[in-house]
């Protein structure tokens, strides 16, 4: 089964296996790749630019990198209240010293238990109330770069060049909407993930009444555009409501919206009205990113994707976010893809994945090799193993491209396993502590944990519980040819399958959500939060949302896909949309 993508040496056609994983591996690239004349443009006002000092680490020259993006980008018309001001904005030192204050603690353990009010120079109030960021006591829909945020307006220079500009509210609520929180590495699992629709799937009646009755005012933020974010922190008509009934805007609403955001709105109408219904459904990428409180910009990179400081300037946030909300297959869309495509890769080589996925996919190949007949792909395209004690194992790979993709169902032999039967899920952790290792390596410890499963039992709680139901105490040889109505009364005895407990605590579920919730909401909005999220068996959204384990099963044949995209996004806005 070797190839060109698996097998360096190999001039073979792609293989079965690649072809079922590599597009688990490229879809971002593909999303963030912009057409070629964005590509000429930005190659061209690059051309005159160091940037190899850039792809080192040395920021030195980061702000006139920017300033010459800024200078020859495509016109953005206006855009009421991100725009520069006028005149001089008003502002003192004791404003400024307020601002140190909130710098000096901001490294503090005990940040996110104080509540802090400070000026903006556009004479609008912030606060930060635990994790939430709010302006004029209305929650931002996003994190905001605090550290970042608190270093400018700090600062004490001559010409105190941050106060020229308009409105800080309605920069930073911009900002926030267009805004997701990384991780360092930032791995191509985290980038896939968040793959998204420029506007949300049209709802069913029912999904649509369950998603309002656990999650109400929240799905406003929930898997759009950040567009979308911003509008409905910046309107008070339904907006959200339109766009999960409808396939476009009410003409009023439309007419709304372009007299607050201007020409951004008018951008967005005139994609709606020249794609129809298929503007719905172009993909975007994130491209601010938020990490260790500063502002990062999310870029190609020959390990798959990276992040570059964007420089603390206003006028160039202005700028950035502005791009940012247009839409993704706009002139300035494209103009931001190309920017996020060349500014720290400069190899446009044709490339089927990033560098350690590929290696990832050789050392899958060996393995497989290795194996011979004990491993084999299943007729649903997973792939199937015989364990060493007689027992067979299906490594499910599902459609989602998040770092936790893979569930594994145990089966009587490797038939029924290879035939795609019923089996019975095992949760099993391997490498838990840390994510964004490649696909290829995770499927590859997994085979290699099953395939020696006598040993690996040891080790593994669930699948010694597993062998201890199935073989009892004597030893395993020969003992896998117990009959099909045993193995179907060993289904019926753990209808959940084999997963993790914590030693006599039966509500560590519970509380592990009470954990997470606290961690986005203050005391006052705890009051009025939504109650815990009751998905339907195999969505996704109640185990797949905590980190530390991994699904127990894949989703039904039968469960709508679409769905289940729903719920993976109202699972993001409970996170990352709404952490500070």
Sequence with gaps: MRCSHCDPTSNAAECPRCAILLPKLTLAHEVMKPEEKALETVRGVLSGVDLESLREGDESELQHIWEILIGFAPSIGSVPGLEAANGRVSWNDDEIAKWQEYLELHGSDELDDLHFELPLPCGSAYERRGNGHYIDDSRLQGPLPSLDLATLLSQDVEGRKHEKFNDWGVLLAALAAACWTGSDPMSLGWVQQRIHDSA??????????????????????????PFWHFACHRSDSSIDDTLADNETLHPKQWKKLEYTLGSITRAWRECFQLDGEKSRSIPYLPSLVVMD????????????????????????????????LHPPNSEIGQYLRAIQWLLLQDDESEEIAPLPERRALQFLSSIWSNFGSAVSLTTANNIAIQGESGLAYRIGISSSRTEWDLSIHAFRNMADATAEKNGIPVCIQLNSEQSGFPLGDRIATFMLALRGDSSTANSISTLQDLHKSWFGDTAWVGNHRQSKSQWKKLEGAHPNGFVEHDDGDDDWLEEAWEMEEEEYWDEEELLHAPPTPEGPEGSGLTLPQLPWCMPVASPSEEEDESDMSVWRMVADALGERMEG
Excluded at 200 to 216: A, H, K, M, Q, T
């Design 200 to 225: 949300p799937p049209i709802l069913n009646e029912e999904l649509r009444s369950l998603v309002d009755r656990n999650f109400g005012h929240i799905f406003a933020g929930v898997g759009m555009h």
């Design 293 to 324: 409180g500063r502002l990062h910009l999310l870029c190609r990179s020959s390990n798959g994707f990276c992040v570059t400081r964007i420089p603390l300037d206003a006028d160039v946030w202005r700028w950035v976010v502005t791009w940012s």
